[in-house]
């Protein structure tokens, strides 16, 4: 008599059915596409928020976030810049 | 087994069930990882190289490890018993590994060419320094491998006494459904966050899709053996580390979207540092480790590397295991590590 209980036996039956259909929808063309529309819906939600809490910001004079976002992009390049740099300094001088 | 004897059997782990599912639901601290004694000997940036501490050093020269630009590094040290790291140690290499840390925006304009041209060199001549050697042998793990055959493609005098590759994808368009995605419809700028990163959460999606209902038997798996400490706390590391992923540098990934479309490690059109380079000028001992069972790097997309690389001394093992199984676990500790071990020690000096 095997050791595997009887409802984990069920399960695996249920799942070697299903796991190949999930699979399928999620490998299809249609997946991909939506989960792109999804992403775009996303960033597109995301970026009009920030625009509207931006300008609430603005009026007050005071930074936003996508301010703070885009001075750390800028301090980022930099980094990367110096950081290259800085590589490329340490092996010149071996 | 009689029946009394199973009935009082599932008793006494239901009542180990009840213990250790309170445990988890109340939130225990999952088991401590990466505890390998190690030091930062080298730092750039967010990248740094550590060297584990080794009092019975027997092998000649150093062994580096790149690791992945995926999930974190402490994979290859688990459990104290169940370490990559732990084995290598005891077998007497002088062992490095080079982490690249958690990206963040200053990270996102890095592409291949800054760990293949600035880090990995830069790693390997410090290695060499720190141990006071001339070679070293270079081991790159999943992605780490992708982007140490980048370094020696680029640096055909690199000072490398041999070169492992575990699970590395060559053919990029036989990725399976990772492949699918990224080569196909979905746009990676729109999976870009506004610090220039893909995020770690959208980087967990993807691989999730690759086992859509892989969690749910993930938990029918841990219910069956709750009863057991052992699994529990394997459970706990393990899962951990599958769901603790990391940003990935923008600049990666879309190189990584043109990598699956125009597949240029099969179509000799790898370019590194603005230079043409090629697999087959690699003349260094190579051995690839693969998995047959693996689901992220699928046989089929690894499988060609070995007969892309021009050494002669070249060796490929596949395993029944899967991405992780490699590595950690039984299989590993029987059979992919002291197959590792053994190429590495064939290839170096090992003091008596």
Same mark, same amino acid.
């Given at each position: 008599?095997?050791?595997?209980?009887?409802?984990?036996?069920?399960?695996?039956?249920?799942?070697?059915?299903?796991?190949?259909?999930?699979?399928?929808?999620?490998?299809?063309?249609?997946?991909?596409?939506?989960?792109?529309?999804?992403?775009?819906?996303?960033?597109?939600?995301?970026?009009?928020?920030?625009?509207?809490?931006?300008?609430?910001?603005?009026?007050?004079?005071?930074?936003?976030?996508?301010?703070?976002?885009?001075?750390?992009?800028?301090?980022?390049?930099?980094?990367?810049?110096?950081?290259?740099?800085?590589?490329?300094?340490?092996?010149?001088?071996? | 087994?009689?029946?009394?004897?199973?009935?009082?059997?599932?008793?006494?782990?239901?009542?180990?069930?009840?213990?250790?599912?309170?445990?988890?639901?109340?939130?225990?601290?999952?088991?401590?990882?990466?505890?390998?004694?190690?030091?930062?000997?080298?730092?750039?940036?967010?990248?740094?190289?550590?060297?584990?501490?080794?009092?019975?050093?027997?092998?000649?020269?150093?062994?580096?490890?790149?690791?992945?630009?995926?999930?974190?590094?402490?994979?290859?040290?688990?459990?104290? =018993?169940?370490?990559?790291? @732990?084995?290598?140690?005891?077998?007497?290499?002088?062992?490095?590994?080079?982490?690249? =840390?958690?990206?963040? @925006?200053?990270?996102?304009?890095?592409?291949?060419?800054?760990?293949?041209?600035?880090?990995?060199?830069?790693?390997?001549?410090?290695? %060499?320094?720190?141990?006071?050697? @001339?070679?070293?042998?270079?081991?790159?793990? %999943?992605?780490?491998?992708?982007?140490?055959?980048?370094?020696?493609?680029?640096?055909?005098?690199?000072?490398?006494?041999?070169?492992?590759?575990?699970?590395?994808?060559?053919?990029?368009?036989?990725?399976?459904?990772?492949?699918?995605?990224?080569?196909?419809?979905?746009?990676?700028?729109?999976?870009?966050?506004?610090?220039?990163?893909?995020?770690?959460?959208?980087?967990?999606?993807?691989?999730?899709?690759?086992?859509?209902?892989?969690?749910?038997?993930?938990?029918?798996?841990?219910?069956?053996?709750?009863?057991?400490?052992?699994?529990?706390?394997?459970?706990?590391?393990?899962?951990?580390?599958?769901?603790?992923?990391?940003?990935?540098?923008?600049?990666?990934?879309?190189?990584?979207?043109?990598?699956?479309?125009?597949?240029?490690?099969?179509?000799?059109?790898?370019?590194?540092?603005?230079?043409?380079?090629?697999?087959?000028?690699?003349?260094?001992?190579?051995?690839?480790?693969?998995?047959?069972?693996?689901?992220?790097?699928?046989?089929?997309?690894?499988?060609?590397?070995? +007969?892309?690389?021009?050494?002669?001394?070249?060796?490929?093992?596949?395993?029944?295991?899967?991405?992780? +199984?490699?590595?950690?676990?039984?299989?590993?500790?029987?059979?992919?590590?002291?197959?590792?071990?053994?190429?590495?020690?064939?290839?170096?000096?090992?003091?008596?």
């Amino acid at each position: 008599m095997t050791d595997t209980p009887g409802w984990r036996r069920a399960f695996d039956a249920v799942e070697r059915t299903v796991s190949p259909r999930v699979e399928a929808l999620v490998h299809s063309d249609e997946f991909a596409r939506m989960t792109a529309v999804i992403a775009r819906g996303r960033r597109l939600a995301g970026s009009r928020a920030n625009a509207i809490t931006a300008r609430v910001w603005h009026l007050m004079n005071l930074p936003a976030s996508t301010d703070v976002q885009r001075l750390r992009m800028q301090v980022g390049v930099l980094d990367r810049e110096i950081r290259r740099l800085s590589v490329q300094l340490d092996r010149d001088s071996r | 087994m009689s029946v009394v004897e199973r009935v009082r059997r599932e008793v006494e782990r239901n009542a180990l069930r009840a213990r250790n599912g309170i445990r988890l639901a109340a939130g225990v601290r999952p088991p401590d990882v990466g505890l390998t004694a190690k030091e930062i000997v080298w730092r750039k940036g967010r990248t740094e190289l550590w060297r584990y501490r080794n009092e019975q050093i027997r092998v000649s020269p150093p062994l580096l490890i790149v690791y992945s630009l995926f999930n974190r590094s402490y994979i290859l040290d688990l459990q104290p =018993g169940n370490s990559f790291v @732990e084995h290598l140690l005891n077998a007497g290499f002088d062992v490095y590994l080079l982490d690249f =840390g958690i990206p963040d @925006e200053r990270d996102a304009g890095n592409t291949l060419d800054d760990y293949a041209d600035e880090y990995l060199p830069a790693a390997v001549d410090r290695v %060499c320094r720190v141990s006071h050697d @001339e070679q070293v042998n270079l081991l790159g793990y %999943c992605f780490g491998g992708v982007l140490s055959l980048l370094y020696v493609a680029h640096h055909l005098d690199a000072p490398l006494r041999s070169l492992t590759a575990l699970t590395t994808p060559a053919d990029f368009q036989r990725l399976g459904q990772l492949g699918d995605l990224l080569g196909g419809g979905l746009d990676i700028e729109t999976l870009i966050d506004g610090d220039g990163n893909v995020p770690a959460d959208i980087v967990l999606q993807g691989f999730r899709t690759l086992r859509p209902i892989g969690e749910i038997t993930q938990y029918v798996d841990l219910w069956e053996r709750l009863w057991s400490d052992e699994y529990v706390a394997a459970y706990q590391s393990m899962t951990g580390w599958a769901t603790e992923q990391v940003p990935l540098p923008g600049g990666v990934a879309r190189q990584i979207v043109d990598m699956v479309r125009e597949n240029p490690l099969m179509t000799e059109r790898l370019v590194v540092g603005g230079d043409r380079v090629q697999l087959s000028d690699i003349t260094v001992p190579f051995l690839h480790v693969l998995a047959s069972r693996d689901h992220i790097i699928p046989e089929a997309a690894a499988a060609p590397l070995t +007969g892309l690389v021009g050494s002669r001394d070249k060796h490929e093992l596949r395993l029944d295991a899967g991405h992780v +199984g490699l590595l950690v676990g039984k299989t590993a500790a029987k059979t992919t590590l002291p197959t590792i071990i053994d190429f590495l020690k064939q290839r170096s000096r090992v003091k008596p």
